[in-house]
């Protein structure tokens, strides 16, 4: 059952971030501005707020496998929208919504069926598998844009997550019952808190890193997939070595160690003049910050009841979208009045946030 799941949510991942990482130059292609591109982004993501109430409700009354076919057909449903220009901002929204879906019902189904002490592990290498897709999702990108053009790239994402079908039909369904607050707001209340300081900095720089690298360094669109290919296989490999590293400084430990190692990188990715540092600085950063999140996964379910899970993680989610989303928005707008000088600005005050953030984490984490 346990690979099954692994199997179904690396295909899902092969199209999602095929979906994601062009997305930007698909509606670049489709005549967007800059500040439209920032407010599809904040959209993207800020679905997954206004959901998020309705989606903990449902989910555990749907089922988390009948979630995971809603998921799935949401991002069918909104990728051929973006995919033939029709109604491409509902496009945008509708794709938001089916990860919004799929991110309230698949650590909890993962959570059911795993054993407590091998969760790390599964957690791990699910993480790495899903964002080590990003390599070989990014290179067909990049190989495709070139070959076709802008708006030839996200017909290709559809198929994946058809092919996921196959491998969730038979797993066992699981249902949890209706989350609820009482007594429990200040542990969520801890919990939440660090995340949301680094979702609003990441907000600012991460979804325009493309844009970015395409800008300052006139980077075509394949050598543009190659680099971000190679960030997701680096962060893939960094997940899979979080074991590891829980087990000699422990779960709290790991995640504020590899997060703030990525504190310089990210500054080198900001501010180093030469394509080969800043390429370095954009591997070696997305993989120490995101490496953490298994292992954040995790720590959150030990510490959670199993009716909470699912409502937690779309609650979190939902924060996290809301503040990315509006990082999103207003770096649109200081690029649109700024131009590429903006990212000096951006790039300062995400990487205060992050610090920050990461130095919530031993008080979120207290027994």
Known sequence: MIPRLLLASFLWSLGANLVYFFLNFHLEALGFSREAIGLA???LVGVGVVFALPLA??????GYLRSFYLALALALLGGGL????LLPLLGVALYGLAGAALQ???P????RVVPEGERVRVFSLQAALTTATGFLSTLLAGFLSDLLGARSVLPFALPFFLLALPFVRGVAEGQGGIPRFGGRFGLWLRLFLPNAVIAFGAGLVIPFLNLYLKEKFGLTYGATGFVFALSSLATGLAMLLQPLLVRRVGGVGAVVLVQALSLPFLAALAWAPWLSLVTLALLVRGALMNAAGPVYAALVTERLREEERPGFFLMEGALWSLLFALGSALSGMV????GLTAFHYLFATTLTLYALGIALWPWAFRR
């Open 82 to 85: 973006l995919t033939l220009g």
């Open 57 to 62: 409700w449902l989910i555990p009354k749907l």
């Open 104 to 106: 309230g019902a698949l």
């Open 335 to 338: 690029q649109e009045a700024l």
């Open 108 to 111: 909890a189904l993962l959570a």
């Open 41 to 43: 982004q904040a959209l």
